[in-house]
């Protein structure tokens, strides 16, 4: 009996000396715990102040920009060929400014644009219009363009051009639109909108997709 005692005492030192070797090797695999480094004075949690997909997602640089310079920003276009495809985010903040600016519905100078252009600021029609709303040299001249290619100075002159429409027209935007496609003589003549298949066209157009 004592000799099957001391057996038994002598395997389970052994187990335990086997043990202990197998828990040195793994600790010693294992990678150490590195925590965070947090800025100073900051808790161990995210302020409640900023969301996480905040700082997971980085600023538009065109939101930026827009913002330092408080909505006032001038967009040139670039040399050579078409600049921009229909309606970038920097035409769409110009429509919007303007539209503001001049009273006018946002979608109102929206199907204008793209009507007239959709979206090119370097567009040039076969009767010399030019630019985002297609204004003539003329009426650029009138309102102070130096550049009808410029898109702001395009959209801004445009949005002024298309509010005094509508003011002669006494709120008509039918009419106003039909001025500004064929000329307000010609709807002066006409009674209404002119009979023209192009003028005819181009309010039907948009007045559908205002009433969409």
Same mark, same amino acid.
């Given at each position: ?17 086997? =043990? ?13 715990? %590195? ?6 004075? +900051? ?30 920003? &001038? ?21 919007? !400014? $303007? ?21 090119? %600021? ?15 040299? &003329? ?8 550049? &009808? ?5 395009? =959209?801004?002159?445009?949005?002024? $051009?298309? *509010? &005094?429409?509508? !003011? ?10 039909? *001025? $500004? ?14 009979? $023209?298949?192009? %003028?005819? +066209?181009?309010?039907?157009? =948009? ?6």
């Amino acid at each position: 009996m004592g000799i099957e005692v001391s057996e038994l005492m002598g395997r389970a030192q052994e187990l335990q000396e086997r =043990i202990a070797a197998l828990s040195v090797q793994t600790n010693a695999s294992a990678k150490p715990f %590195t925590p965070p480094v947090l800025p100073s004075g +900051a808790g161990s949690v995210m302020p409640p102040s900023v969301p996480f997909a905040a700082m997971q997602t980085p600023a538009r640089l065109f939101d930026v920009a827009l913002a330092e310079a408080g909505g006032s920003v &001038s967009f040139r276009p670039l040399p050579g060929g078409k600049q921009t495809g229909k309606f970038t985010p920097e035409i769409d903040a110009l429509i919007n !400014k $303007y539209a503001a600016k001049n009273g006018l519905d946002v979608a109102l100078v929206r199907g204008v644009v793209e009507q007239e252009s959709s979206g090119d %600021t370097r567009c040039t029609s076969r009767t010399g219009a030019q630019g985002l709303m297609q204004l003539m040299p &003329s009426t650029a001249r009138g309102f102070g363009v130096t550049n &009808s290619y410029d898109p702001e100075q395009n =959209i801004a002159a445009g949005t002024r $051009y298309l *509010a &005094s429409l509508l !003011k002669e027209f006494k709120g008509d935007t039918s009419l106003a639109l039909a *001025a $500004y496609n064929a000329g307000s003589g010609a709807v002066k003549r006409a009674g209404g909108i002119p009979n $023209y298949p192009e %003028t005819q +066209a181009y309010v039907r157009k =948009i007045m559908g997709n205002l009433g969409r």
